[in-house]
């Protein structure tokens, strides 16, 4: 009986200390370095201004909105050239060169908490720190009673590779733009700065393109399942790429080739080498559609189809798909890359693709993104040695549609059970064997959405494995450490709770 009670004052007395230090050390991801000023605290009131360099006004302005509706403040935002003494200051001045294009410095002191970076990508990120150093209420959408106390300290930050990534598939099932609109601000919390929009399959077209119609018309009208389907105009798509870019996040288009085009196939019969359009398909099988690689036809679709969505897409990466390409022959496989990478090209894009695309190609400027389920693949290896850069979605890791455990009711499992420690238990850096850190662009977690029709389904499979995903893609790996991040995951939960993340509640994760 003794013991049980000194343990509980222990974890009492524990618990209370940890109160004032407690945002310092649940941030994911977890910061390059972080000082805390022992007994500094900052208090956010009525009275708090927002000064901005003249370059990152659109940085204040959207820390303003994060921070006005549950705090009620004001919170004006004005231009800056000094160094104010008060207030919240984003600065395009005096950041330590290690915090290099992407990164940022956070200096919260008593007075003013001052955040400065090299770009205002950088401070955008500082300001998703700044964030998770406020209470989780302070994400709620009505006014909430404060404090608003930020914890004193002096944090350099800066990501381990410049591509952090999800991919959205908004084929199988249509998400409209309100819900690509709510994941990308999930995004946005986490540091992601790439956001990868599957926009064609088997089962639908969901891109307007004015020189093909039936594309969206015939070819977007359904989705798994039967449902009624969808596309976006291009006026939406570009909605869906300011808004990202808002969040200094930069869209990637994919239009999958020559396979999972059934949808396209459906809309015009020409493009199919019998000259017959097959019926739309509502099932998720995989590996039986192909363009007609030897119709001239096929190159005058691919040309307009990439020339309209690159003329809608400011950044500069293209995504031609060229997985699963079963129905196409390893010859006519060829032919069809040897003809699409200089669309793309010709467009202006660099070319992404899903990384058996990379076996046509000796462009070094063009992408494989691996999401193989073993730790050696020759094609890509291979690639690596040619000194392509790599995006690493091993599919038994970084797959978030894949169920956690056999009792999840959403995702698939054909690249194994997910659980959240195994989602953040793999170094980007070593994971395939000959493709060494250098030549790894970065991480991305698909999601794709077979069995995915909501935005509460998309939240329950990407919460929390996202979180540790953004975490493998941004902090150095000499802070990876499972029980370090599992409580700093917990920590998020009340801010998910807040925001009305669905999130599943792994008993992994020690939940606050
Ligand atoms: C494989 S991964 C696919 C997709 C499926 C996914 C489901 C890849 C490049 N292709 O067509 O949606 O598995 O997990």
């Not at 009131?45 to 360099?53: E, G, P, Q, S, W």
């Not at 249509?174 to 601000?185: E, G, L, W």
């Not at 003329?311 to 699963?324: M, S």
């Not at 390893?330 to 467009?347: C, H, S």
Request: hydrophobic share 40%; proline share 7%.
């Amino acid at each position: 009986v003794l013991a049980v009670v000194v343990t509980v004052t222990a974890a009492l007395s524990v618990s209370a200390q940890s109160q004032a230090a407690e945002p310092l050390q649940s941030l994911v991801p977890v910061p390059v370095s972080v000082q805390a000023r022992t007994g500094v605290t900052h208090s956010l009131t009525a009275n708090t201004k927002i000064y901005t360099a003249p370059a990152a006004r659109d940085v204040g302005n959207f820390l303003a909105g994060v921070l006005r509706p549950s705090t009620g403040y004001a919170l004006p935002v004005s231009d800056t050239t000094g160094t104010p003494t008060d207030g919240i200051s984003l600065l395009l001045t005096g950041a330590p060169g290690s915090v290099g294009q992407q990164g940022y410095q956070l200096d919260a002191a008593a007075g003013a908490v001052v955040i400065r970076a090299n770009t205002s990508e950088g401070l955008f990120a500082g300001v998703q720190t700044l964030r998770q150093m406020l209470p989780a209420k302070v994400e709620g959408t009505t006014v909430q009673p404060g404090p608003w106390t930020v914890p004193g300290a002096l944090i350099v930050d800066h990501p381990r590779f410049s591509y952090r990534a999800s991919m959205l598939d908004v084929a199988r099932h249509f998400h409209p733009v309100a819900s690509v609109k709510r994941y990308i601000d999930q995004l946005a919390l986490y540091k992601i700065n790439y956001f990868h929009l599957h926009l064609t399959d088997d089962q639908g077209w969901r891109i307007q393109v004015d020189s093909w119609p039936r594309l969206t018309t015939h070819g977007g009208s359904t989705q798994v399942g039967g449902g009624p389907g969808g596309y976006y105009t291009k006026a939406q798509y570009s909605e869906i790429v300011q808004y990202a870019a808002a969040r200094k996040i930069t869209v990637i288009p994919e239009v999958d080739l020559p396979g999972h085009t059934n949808a396209a196939l459906a809309s015009y019969a020409e493009l199919n080498c019998n000259g017959q359009a097959p019926p739309l398909r509502t099932d998720i099988e995989v590996g039986y559609s192909s363009l007609c690689v030897n119709k001239e036809i096929t190159y005058q679709f691919v040309d307009d189809v990439v020339r309209e969505i690159a003329a809608l897409t400011p950044g500069p990466y293209f995504h031609i798909g060229g997985d699963e390409a079963h129905s196409t022959s390893d010859a006519d496989y060829q032919t069809f890359m040897n003809r699409v990478l200089p669309i793309v090209k010709k467009y202006g894009k660099t070319a992404l693709g899903w990384h058996e695309f990379v076996k046509t190609t000796t462009d070094t400027a063009t992408i494989p993104q691996y999401w193989g389920t073993t730790t050696s693949n020759a094609v890509v290896q291979a690639a690596a040695a040619r000194g392509h850069k790599v995006i690493m979605s091993p599919a038994n890791k970084a797959y978030i549609d894949q169920k956690y455990n056999s009792s999840t009711p959403l995702g698939l499992s054909w690249a194994g059970l997910i659980e959240v420690q195994d989602a953040y238990g793999w170094n980007p850096g070593t994971h395939l064997s000959g493709v060494p850190e250098t030549a790894v662009l970065g991480v991305e977690a698909p999601l794709w959405t077979e069995t995915l029709a909501t935005s509460r389904d998309l939240e329950f499979m990407a919460f929390p494995r996202l979180a540790g995903h953004a975490e493998l893609g941004w902090s150095p790996w000499s802070t990876h450490n499972w029980d370090s991040f599992k409580v700093r995951l917990g920590a998020q939960g009340p801010r998910w709770t807040t925001m009305g993340i669905n999130f599943y509640k792994s008993p992994q994760v020690p939940w606050d």
